[in-house]
Nanobody, 124 residues
Framework: QVQLVESGGGLVQAGGSLRLSCVAS????????MGWFRQAPGKEREFVLA????????TYADSVKGRFTISRNNAKNTVYLQMNSLKPEDTAVYYC?????????????????WGQGTQVTVSS
């Protein structure tokens, strides 16, 4: 089992920045892909971006490319989501997730472990 705990959510003004953290514990693996998803009320869970733990290769949704950055710190078992130039449409609950394959995937059903989520609200 892998435990994922997100933190760093909150309320920010449009154009502002926020950094989310996801700490992984338990039976982790360097073969995993770590991803971030988000879900707004009435909408389906949406892929945001992901990173291969081994290589650091990243995959971004078009809506956040150029604004969001994912990174990881192996020693701390932590993955980060740096969110810049935030827009009101970025408002959602953000979830950290772990996929048991090294290759990044945008499909939420492919991920095996999930955090509880952290709320990000961007005001206008």
């Amino acid at each position: 089992q892998v435990q994922l705990v997100e933190s760093g959510g909150g309320l920010v003004q449009a154009g502002g920045s926020l950094r989310l953290s996801c700490v992984a514990s338990g039976r982790t693996s360097s073969r995993y892909t770590m991803g971030w998803f988000r879900q707004a009320p009435g909408k389906e869970r949406e892929f945001v971006l992901a990173i291969s733990w081994i290589s650091g290769s990243t995959t971004y949704a078009d809506s956040v490319k150029g604004r969001f950055t994912i990174s990881r710190n192996n020693a701390k078992n932590t993955v980060y989501l740096q969110m810049n130039s935030l827009k009101p449409e970025d408002t959602a609950v953000y979830y950290c997730a772990a996929h048991t394959k090294a290759l990044a995937t945008m499909t939420s059903t492919s991920y095996d472990y999930w955090g509880q989520g952290t709320q990000v609200t961007v005001s206008s």
